[in-house]
């Protein structure tokens, strides 16, 4: 069931800012401890089946994905050679919406995805509206001529200014252009996600 309720509460339950705004920053340094909790009561202890759940919907979260979405991307990984947590996070990393948010064109996940699905880019010069699909070294994304002027666009590469993009994107922020000049390692995703436990609890 997609969760429909305040989004600084599903914040503070997940103990970690899955919506990548400043404000939840905001918010997780004034109240570090979950909704309707006593900030001067001892945690409970938690179960195992419930830390893996907690963790894996916090990955989940962060990227923005549906359950079917998410555990899709995990029979993906799974299937391919290598590591299953590792190839987790770098189709996670591949998707059109991530790279757009990567890169700076956009203020959260939730937003890149918005324009993606939209189509506000292109991928290869060619305008696209499915946020899922992946790219791959040497695709180029860029906001679509008409729309480089925008207003829209401004504002979030001026706040994005004190934000490096990552090691396998190669960003030309006054183009609004992005190429992919690598595949994302693990060490590229969000930090703070113990994937180990995502795979465990869909191995149960």
Do not use: C
């Not at 997940?14 to 109240?31: A, E, F, V």
């Not at 919907?57 to 990227?63: A, H, N």
């Not at 998410?70 to 790279?99: C, I």
């Amino acid at each position: 069931m997609k969760y429909n309720g305040p989004k600084a509460r599903k914040v503070r339950r997940q103990g970690s800012n899955i919506y990548g705004s400043d404000k939840y920053d905001k918010i997780l340094q004034r109240k570090p401890y979950g909704p309707g909790k006593n900030p001067k009561s001892r945690p409970g202890k938690q179960s195992e089946y419930a830390k893996q759940l907690l963790e894996k919907q916090k990955m989940r979260d962060i990227y923005g994905l549906s359950e079917s979405q998410f555990r899709k991307v995990y029979s993906q990984a799974q299937s391919a050679p290598g590591q299953t947590g590792e190839k987790m996070k770098e189709l996670l990393e591949r998707r059109l919406d991530n790279v757009i948010y990567r890169a700076g064109f956009a203020m959260t996940r939730l937003q890149s995805r918005q324009f993606a699905g939209h189509g506000l880019f292109m991928v290869n010069g060619r305008r696209v509206t499915v946020p899922s699909i992946l790219v791959k070294p040497g695709d180029v994304v860029t906001v679509r001529a008409k729309l480089k002027s925008s207003p829209v666009f401004g504002p979030i590469i001026e706040a994005h200014e004190k934000y490096a993009s990552p090691s396998w994107l190669k960003v030309d922020s006054g183009a609004l252009k992005a190429e992919v000049i690598a595949i994302p390692g693990a060490d590229h995703a969000e930090q703070g996600i113990d994937v180990r436990m995502v795979i465990e609890f869909y191995s149960r």
